[in-house]
């Protein structure tokens, strides 16, 4: 069935309500991708973990869902690894199974000395296992591995293999910084160290659904370790965004490289939260691969959709390049993207001397471009006919300043309120760069230079067929390598 604005190559739940990806593992040959998942309404509710399984990153089944919230709590965002030598106990002996650390979320009512009842929020590492990836089991009925802290924000495990050291992490956000844990057997863990103080964005809200890699550099046989952190509000350009830090990682101890006010994010939009990255992705692939909640907090409540609320980004590729403005983590969508689209054949000439215009009649489109910014002159870029949003490219001193636009109303305040934008980032980049953009009935993803910037935003367009218009207010249009492509088959999401 078709409905107006599910998309027809994001990952979306089949029904009911999706927010941050969890458990990102490949295992015997599938991408496992568990996710905070509400079945019962389309907005946020008891949390469970929803599964769905793909060969290519592209296609995606649907599966009953892995945990359950019951008595231990409901089960907040969290990681998953391969346990290869059944260093748990937890598995058949010589067979390899899954571990998912999440974070089990309890509000017991505590009585006051005046007599009125509130709600004591309580959050705790709890561990799930599987043999098949398919059903699960709470370690201990839920039982919390690592017990409360006394913050009430205290959640997001993600665990990781440090090879130098010989133990596994886990890095897990406990108000606004982020704790590391050790441990040998994967059940007991212990407190080494702690990041964050003053570094980075902070706001009111709690740190979450933080993320640990080591990335090489491209071009260099160097590495750097990554730090990503989501930020739930005071984001650059409004509400949830995730910030990255690039430093050393010696098994105990996060050291960050840049000045700690550096500010460093992973996307320039507005929907673009809680990435995590896959984990026992085989060595001869080698790729570090992440995917991405496309929403945020600010007003995902309220978005126009019918049987299902969120979607995720196409999944991304990370790179470490050296830019103008020192190292960053850029981020290409996954080869496999490719092999879902086909070109189409009538790749358009410029139409005029300052303009060219492709609609389509269909709902998927990836247009990319080479594009050369005269001095002083304003480019524009539109998706959609009714015109929803646009982003604007203008030539500056430091690099080129991005102009990110965006309009919609849908008849409840907090989504009218704070959906619509109209904000500048400036790039470190030359006026000759690459823009490519995927459209998918309702999103717009830009990336440029080829994944070295990004930004992801929602986009609900009256007519979804999908159109980009690409302008100069003076001079000559200077595009080269225009390509357009389109889905090449039917997919499942
Ligand atoms: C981020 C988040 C996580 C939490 C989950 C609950 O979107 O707030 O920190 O685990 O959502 O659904």
Redesign the pocket.
């Known amino acids: 069935m078709s409905e107006q604005y599910r998309p027809l190559l994001h990952m979306t739940p089949n029904s009911g309500w999706m927010?941050?990806p969890n458990g990102l593992v490949f295992f015997n040959g599938d991408y496992h991708q568990f996710y905070?998942y509400y079945p019962n309404d389309m907005v946020?509710g008891p949390?469970h973990w929803g599964h769905k399984t793909s060969k290519d990153l592209i296609n995606w089944q649907e599966h009953e869902p892995a945990l359950l919230p019951d008595q231990s709590g409901m089960c907040?965002?969290g990681s998953a690894i391969v346990d290869w030598h059944n260093t748990s106990g937890l598995f058949e002996t010589g067979k390899p199974g899954l571990l998912a650390f999440y974070?089990s979320f309890i509000q017991p009512k505590v009585t006051l000395a005046d007599g009125t009842e509130v709600e004591n929020p309580i959050q705790q590492q709890s561990l799930a296992y599987s043999q098949d990836g398919m059903t699960w089991k709470k370690f201990a009925n839920g039982a919390p591995i690592i017990t409360a802290r006394g913050n009430p924000d205290f959640?997001?495990p993600k665990v990781i293999w440090h090879q130098p050291s010989q133990a596994w992490v886990m890095v897990v956000?406990c108000g606004q910084h982020i704790e590391f844990y050790r441990s040998t057997n994967l059940l007991d863990w212990h407190l080494v160290s702690e990041f964050g103080y003053r570094h980075g964005a902070h706001s009111k809200g709690?740190w979450?659904?933080p993320d640990l890699f080591e990335l090489p550099i491209e071009g260099l046989q160097e590495t750097r370790w990554v730090l990503v952190v989501?930020i739930?509000e005071g984001a650059h350009c409004g509400g949830?965004g995730t910030q990255y830090f690039i430093g050393d990682f010696d098994g105990e101890t996060f050291t960050n490289h840049n000045h700690p006010e550096t500010l460093l994010w992973l996307d320039f939009g507005r929907d673009y939260?809680?990435t995590q990255s896959f984990s026992d992705i085989p060595a001869e692939d080698g790729r570090r691969i992440v995917s991405t909640?496309m929403s945020n907090?600010q007003y995902s409540l309220e978005l126009p959709t019918q049987k299902f609320r969120s979607s995720m980004t196409m999944p991304r590729e990370l790179f470490l390049f050296e830019g103008k403005a020192g190292l960053r983590v850029g981020q290409r969508f996954v080869r496999e993207l490719n092999q879902a689209l086909s070109l189409d054949v009538q790749t358009p000439e410029p139409s005029d001397e300052q303009a060219i215009s492709i609609y389509s009649l269909k709902e998927v489109m990836k247009f990319s471009a080479d594009v050369t910014l005269q001095d002083s002159q304003t480019l524009h870029l539109n998706v959609y006919q009714d015109n929803p949003a646009y982003f604007e490219f203008i030539g500056v001193e430091q690099g080129v300043e991005v102009r990110s636009v965006r309009r919609g109303q849908f008849g409840t305040e907090r989504i009218d309120q704070h959906f619509p934008h109209d904000y500048r980032v400036t790039l470190p980049i030359e006026n000759e760069f690459q823009i490519e953009v995927l459209i998918d009935k309702g999103s717009v993803e830009l990336l440029i230079n080829a994944g070295q910037f990004s930004f992801t935003n929602l986009v609900y367009a009256k007519e979804t067929q999908a159109s980009v218009a690409v302008s100069v207010d003076s001079g000559s249009l200077a595009l080269r390598n225009v390509q357009v492509s389109s889905l090449a088959g039917e997919k499942t999401c």
Do not use: K, L, V
Request: hydrophobic residues 30%.
């Open positions: 927010n941050d905070q946020w949390m907040f965002s974070t959640r997001d956000s709690p979450e659904c989501g739930g949830a939260y809680a909640w907090h």
